[in-house]
């Protein structure tokens, strides 16, 4: 078995990210969901909770796009070196 490349680490991490992304959209979606008996409302801490998490969720999806576009230019710089 063989260690994984440069770039293929960083192929890797980026995946790792974009996965993370979809799982903050997934339970985003989850949180927007309408809920069963229909037109009730959450109790207070729970409302404030969700409302918390909201702004939260929408920070980590752009912490990770920057975390992402730092990574595709050194998986960049690592492809132009190993020309």
């Known amino acids: 078995m063989s ?6 680490i960083f192929e890797n991490a980026i ?3 974009t ?13 927007n969901s309408d809920w069963s008996p229909v037109g ?3 109790p207070d801490e729970a409302g ?3 409302a918390q998490v909201r702004p939260k969720i929408a ?9 992402k576009t730092l990574l595709y230019e ?3 710089e690592i492809r132009m070196h190993n020309r």
């Open 19 to 31: 996965d993370a992304r979809n799982q903050l959209s997934t339970a985003r979606d989850w949180l």
């Open 48 to 50: 404030d909770a969700r």
């Open 59 to 67: 920070q980590l999806k752009n912490e990770i796009d920057v975390m």
């Open 74 to 76: 050194g998986l960049d």
């Open 15 to 17: 995946q790792a990210l």
């Open 40 to 42: 009730s409302t959450l």
């Open 3 to 8: 260690l994984p490349t440069q770039a293929e």
